[in-house]
């Protein structure tokens, strides 16, 4: 068997990112959250665009204020108030100051600020009762960003303060990488869809459901293709079809050794290259079938992505978690922070179910808890066939191989997965 880490590099070696004048797109401010930068944004603006004052209170010549103090204060005639968005009219000289505010520019002639706390003001003079330092509360234009460089670089991820930065710089338009087209299929007799009467004997796929969700919070696009039944023809039929329109394919089901498991001999009938075949030392999830296909779309070398995975509801989500995301955030033209999240947390309970001879993964909720992590296990059967005890996991427990159990109050990994680490005081 594969061990976890193998299997793993095997993977993100495979990975090719989108990148091609094909994989990118335009979008505006208002369409980019969530959207990968596909291109450097620049600016022609400077941040800030000009000297401003950082605070309310007085613009001066630092040399006239240099020595003052309470005892002795430098007196200074008012001669300009000026605002925020409105530009100063006058040219501070020797003996003079001007009111100002948060953000409004520098008049020429003064190259420091006195917060309004340290001066007293009558009618049209200010007395200065403590000597600043030199540039106090200027912010001078070009210190936080130089317009012709680089404003933000491509491969990360446009949130909320990439907007704010973007909208500032008044480019109200970027390039983007597309969302990667993830194809998902179900294969089984035994399945049907949420909305048909339970028979004995058949399970609803609710695998199609949580992988199209997960697809869709990593940032792709999900097709879903359904549920195959174990027939040959059919089954290969439709895996060339998403071969067609899409840069990866997940499957459930199919990759054990059961005698209707075919996904393994169809690939090698539709020229696919195996990578990972049959066993990854890992549970839930041992078996695990990666392999690529050569892209139709003949300007492109980036091969589609195929995996094949368990069958059994926590396995595929498990897989999919540890293998597929970062796989599909590399694949997204994410440029960092792509691969799993670890974090050392302490467990509140005792973790067992592992023979050591595989990695295990354990659900449970994840808590930040003054400062520190802390992993609490969900409560009922770890089977894979177990879906309902997954419901609010955000984390999975790592038991590495050769260790059968851990103590509670043992630091061990987490993988970050799922919803976001809940916080208590």
Request: charged letters at 15%.
């Amino acid at each position: 068997m594969l061990s976890v880490s193998q299997a793993e590099t095997i993977i993100f070696n495979l990975v090719q990112p989108l990148g091609t004048e094909k994989d990118v797109e335009a979008v505006t401010l208002l369409t980019a959250i969530d959207r990968i930068l596909a291109a450097p944004v620049m600016s022609t603006l400077d941040f800030p665009h000009w000297d401003n004052s950082a605070m309310d209170g007085y613009a001066v010549r630092y040399e006239d204020v240099k020595h003052c103090n309470e005892q002795q204060p430098a007196v200074l005639e008012i001669v300009e108030e000026v605002a925020a968005g409105r530009e100063p009219q006058k040219t501070i000289q020797p003996g003079q100051a001007a009111r100002i505010f948060t953000g409004a520019m520098m008049p020429v002639g003064a190259d420091t600020v006195v917060i309004q706390e340290q001066t007293q003001r009558e009618e049209n003079r200010v007395f200065i009762l403590s000597a600043p330092k030199r540039q106090d509360f200027v912010r001078h234009r070009a210190s936080f960003y130089q317009a012709g460089t680089v404003l933000l670089p491509p491969g990360i991820v446009i949130a909320a303060p990439e907007i704010a930065v973007l909208a500032a710089a008044q480019c109200t338009q970027m390039t983007v990488y597309r969302r990667p087209r993830v194809a998902i299929l179900s294969t089984g007799n035994e399945l049907i869809t949420p909305d048909r009467p339970l028979q004995p004997g058949q399970i609803v796929d609710s695998n199609q459901y949580a992988l199209a969700a997960l697809v869709a919070q990593t940032g792709a696009e999900p097709i879903q293709m359904g549920i195959v039944a174990d027939e040959k023809t059919e089954l290969e039929h439709r895996i060339a079809k998403a071969v067609q329109t899409s840069d990866m394919i997940l499957s459930s089901g199919g990759v054990s050794v059961g005698d209707y498991d075919y996904i393994d001999q169809i690939l090698a009938s539709l020229g696919a290259t195996i990578h990972i075949q049959g066993a990854v030392a890992v549970k839930p999830g041992k078996p695990l079938t990666v392999a690529t296909f050569s892209n139709p779309d003949t300007s492109s070398s980036r091969p589609v992505l195929y995996f094949g995975l368990p069958g059994n509801p926590v396995s595929a989500l498990v897989s999919f978690w540890r293998f597929v995301q970062p796989a599909l955030k590399k694949l997204s033209g994410l440029a960092h922070s792509w691969g799993p999240s670890f974090v050392t947390a302490r467990t509140c309970h005792d973790l067992g179910a592992s023979d050591g001879k595989r990695e295990t993964y354990l659900w449970g909720q994840l808590y930040l808890v003054n400062g520190s992590y802390e992993f609490h296990l969900v409560t009922g059967s770890h089977s894979s066939g177990n879906l309902i005890n997954l419901a609010q996991t955000n984390g999975l427990a790592i038991l590495p191989v050769g260790q059968t159990s851990v103590a509670s109050g043992t630091q061990i990994q987490v993988l970050q997965v799922g919803l976001p680490i809940l916080h208590l005081n």
